[in-house]
């Protein structure tokens, strides 16, 4: 079976460009997160959805940041415009969630390496 | 609030020998899961064993066992018989409540030959 699929692996770009980042979750998975890591601030959660809507994105740095999930299997990140800060490395990842919260594995993409000059 | 505690920063086994990499963590939901990632210096960040706060049996998972204490809230990985293709560094993870994950800063395993 397939796993989370991103894309694209490696993107560089300058500041002030706009930046798309995407991903397939697992066939049959309902949940789908986004999470940055930087050595600074290790792995944190940008936003989530559950069944394709926007659950919690608390983590989402500003506004220039948006996420979308049009359908079950495919999921945008987008910064725009992108800054330095933004240079990093952003997972997908995705669950399945049959109702018990603590026990849904969460199953991470390759992830994309980021960097902003 | 949640919380996830990794104290060693980085540690050394020799090849065969068993590790232990401890997790702390701190949450006021009843019900949580606790769970190890590896990512190796590749960087995919690989799942390897998952603990429900109400599982009474230690998790394993092949070489991988988690040290569950409830009570002192620690979810210690051990990993037997240690590999070169162990080292990697290793993430715990509490889910509770909200389902995303927060993670613990890791351990960074190096594993000798």
């Known amino acids: 079976d397939a796993g989370v699929i991103q894309s694209p692996r490696h993107e560089v770009t300058e500041m002030g460009q706009e930046v798309t980042l995407r991903c397939k979750p697992i066939?049959?998975?309902?949940?789908l997160f986004w999470y940055r890591q930087t050595m600074m601030r290790g792995l944190e959660l940008l936003i989530y959805?559950?069944?394709?809507?926007?659950?919690?994105d608390s983590g989402m740095p500003e506004d220039r940041f948006s996420a979308k999930m049009p359908n079950a299997s495919f999921s945008t990140l987008k910064i725009q415009p992108s800054e330095p800060r933004d240079s990093a490395v952003y997972f997908c990842?995705?669950?399945?969630?049959?109702?018990?919260?603590?026990?849904?594995?969460?199953?991470f993409g390759p992830g994309t390496r980021l960097l902003v000059l | 609030a949640q919380k996830i505690t990794q104290t060693q920063p980085g540690m050394f086994v020799q090849e065969k020998e068993a590790v232990t990499l401890d997790c702390t963590y701190d949450?006021?939901?009843?019900?949580?899961?606790l769970f190890w990632y590896k990512q190796p210096s590749s960087g995919e960040m690989i799942f390897l064993i998952y603990?429900?706060?109400?599982?009474?049996q230690n998790a394993t998972e092949g070489r991988y066992s988690l040290n569950f204490q409830k009570a002192r809230k620690s979810a210690n990985l051990v990993i037997s018989a240690s590999q070169l293709g162990d080292s990697a560094m290793y993430f715990c993870?509490?889910?509770?409540?909200?389902?995303?994950?927060?993670f613990g800063s890791g351990t960074q395993l190096t594993v000798l030959p």
């Open positions: 990842a995705s669950s399945f969630s049959g109702g018990g919260a603590s026990g849904e594995t969460q199953y």
């Open positions: 066939s049959g998975h309902n949940s």
């Open positions: 959805f559950n069944n394709n809507v926007p659950i919690d």
């Open positions: 949450t006021s939901d009843q019900s949580y899961g």
């Open positions: 603990q429900g706060s109400y599982d009474e």
């Open positions: 993870a509490l889910s509770g409540s909200a389902r995303q994950l927060t």
